[in-house]
């Protein structure tokens, strides 16, 4: 596999150490906060108790480019089948506020689209067995 050639951040990485919170899940919207969050390993034991952390929060590491499965050879898969799914308007109301802009794949990638998009985002949208309703 490749080793990434740019410094631009995954918006939708893993609760790992080392990696920042910088928003929670609630009803299906995205709310960033406005200070994103180191992740420690305490701060993951704590969460994952509950269903992994990825299902309720989002977390920004780096992006891996051909070290990540997702990883097309030009870009990062997920914002590209994220916008075929959701479709957002170009240009559809002012951006979100994010901390991660300057830096971010996938709006290097797709710019003010995929923020819109990005609110909608469930890193992990899987059911959790057993979690309740
Ligand atoms: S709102 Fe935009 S800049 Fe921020 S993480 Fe989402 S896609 Fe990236």
Not at 73 to 87: F, H, K, N, P, S
């Amino acid at each position: 596999m490749d080793e990434p050639v740019t410094q631009l951040a995954c918006p939708s990485a893993r609760a790992e150490p080392g990696n920042l919170l910088y928003g929670h899940v609630s009803e299906g919207q995205v709310h960033r906060l406005g200070t994103p969050i180191a992740v420690t390993p305490e701060f993951v034991d704590a969460v994952s108790g509950n269903g992994p952390p990825e299902q309720r929060f989002r977390f920004a590491g780096t992006c891996q480019e051909g070290r990540c499965a997702q990883w097309t050879g030009t870009g990062c898969g997920v914002i590209e089948r994220v916008l075929a799914d959701l479709q957002p308007a170009a240009g559809a109301g002012p951006l979100p506020r994010c901390f991660l802009r300057s830096t971010c794949r996938w709006f290097a990638q797709a710019g003010g689209t995929a923020c819109s998009a990005c609110s909608h985002v469930v890193t992990d949208a899987r059911k959790s067995v057993g979690a309740q309703a």
